[in-house]
């Protein structure tokens, strides 16, 4: 069993940036893959990045490609998404996901979930 407990959202104003952070605990050994979904009011849940914990690939949606970046501290098992140039429609529940093996982007492949924070981007 593995834990996820994400933090660091908030209200930004557009152009602005957040970081967020998910610490992971449990089994970790045996997560591979940790990766950020978002799920705005009345949309299904989308791929939003994700890292492969051990081999160090990466893989964004087109949507925040060279805004996001995610990056981890395997030492503190924990996974950040650090946001640029945010924008309205980045507005969303931002969930943390985890994954042993390679990098997917359907929601559905993943075992383990946070609770989820909302980012909230004024314009």
């Known amino acids: 069993q593995v834990q996820l407990v994400e933090s660091g959202g908030g209200l930004v104003q557009a152009g602005g940036s957040l970081r967020l952070s998910c610490a992971a605990s449990?089994?970790?050994?045996?997560?591979?893959?940790m990766a950020w979904f978002r799920q705005a009011p009345g949309k299904e849940r989308e791929f939003v990045a994700a890292?492969?914990?051990?081999?160090?690939?990466?893989s964004y949606a087109d949507s925040v490609q060279g805004r996001f970046t995610i990056s981890r501290d395997n030492a503190e098992n924990t996974v950040y998404l650090q946001m640029n140039s945010l924008k309205p429609e980045d507005t969303a529940v931002y969930y943390c996901?985890?994954?042993?093996?390679?990098?997917?982007?359907?929601?559905?492949?993943?075992?383990?979930w946070g609770q989820g924070t909302q980012v909230t981007v004024s314009s």
């Open positions: 890292s492969s914990w051990l081999g160090g690939s990466t």
């Open positions: 996901a985890a994954r042993p093996f390679t990098i997917v982007t359907v929601p559905s492949d993943y075992d383990y």
């Open positions: 449990g089994r970790t050994f045996r997560v591979y893959t």
